[in-house]
């Protein structure tokens, strides 16, 4: 990537396309998260920011790394605009991620009741990042509602099962004309470098590098993956033959030219 290849979202520019989740916290992560991996933007729920003591999420982020508070726990729209509101009291930051989720079994996001509550959160002047389960039409409608982002699932919270929807993450991409950010079950650094390449703006995970063993060298890796990923997309990614081969030397003439 080049210094020109910035990421915009909301009006800021940001070099890193990493963002950190909110899944699992501690000291190592975060520091982690800010020096190996980059991120520049660091999710943080609001029941953590207020439960005090070592808790506090807010005493180990660095200054200058911007804060994107959730509405984790939100379970329709009234609820995410209460938390949304709260959470820029707390933090004083206009960013918000909206997350509004009722299915206890699988942790899935309410598509309609999110796109509802971008639209009176983005009125309010917040930089809107809705998360959503990918589907272009409700992706237009928050869209539509004046988001900044759309941040479709590659597959449920948590799970590390990497880029299941990626055939519809693919249409998002497409045909939506704001950034997208694959968000949920990342959990390798192939699987961010394949999201990178389809054409994603960003990455957001936590789960990989908070469980892994060592939590330094996996943040560092998945710096690089989405760097390469990035990169290879720039550099526009060579065709894929459906059918047949394609030899990458030419096979008729040598012979020849080698008898003359």
């Known amino acids: 990537m080049t210094n020109t290849d910035k990421f915009v979202l909301g009006g800021h520019e940001f070099d890193s396309r990493f963002i950190l ?82 299915d206890s079994k699988y942790l899935l996001p309410d598509n309609y009741e999110t796109a509802r509550a971008t639209e009176i959160l983005a009125k309010e002047g917040f930089i809107v990042m809705p998360y959503m389960y990918p589907d272009l039409n409700a992706a237009r409608d928050m869209a539509n509602a004046g988001a900044a982002c759309i941040m479709p699932l590659g597959s449920p919270i948590g799970s590390n099962k990497g880029i299941c929807t990626k055939d519809f993450i693919q249409i998002l991409i497409d045909e939506i004309d704001l950034p997208i950010i694959v968000d949920a079950g990342i959990g390798r650094p192939s699987q961010a470098c394949e999201a990178m390449e389809m054409g994603a703006a960003a990455v957001m995970a936590n789960t990989a590098i908070a469980t892994a063993g060592d939590i330094p060298a996996m943040a560092g890796a998945f710096k690089k993956a989405i760097e390469a990923g990035r990169t290879a997309y720039l550099s526009g990614m060579g065709r894929v033959m459906d059918k047949g081969a394609s030899a990458s030397s030419p096979l008729t003439g040598f012979i020849q030219d080698q008898e003359a």
């Open 21 to 102: 989740g909110s899944g699992k916290y501690s000291l190592e992560l975060i520091k982690a998260a800010v020096e190996n991996a980059g991120a520049q933007i660091i999710t943080l729920a609001l029941r953590r920011a207020n439960e005090g003591g070592m808790a506090n999420i807010l005493d180990y982020i660095p200054e200058g790394v911007t804060l994107l508070p959730n509405t984790s726990g939100a379970r329709n729209a009234d609820e995410a605009v209460r938390i949304a509101r709260l959470s820029r009291e707390i933090c004083g930051s206009d960013f918000v991620k909206i997350e509004v989720i009722h």
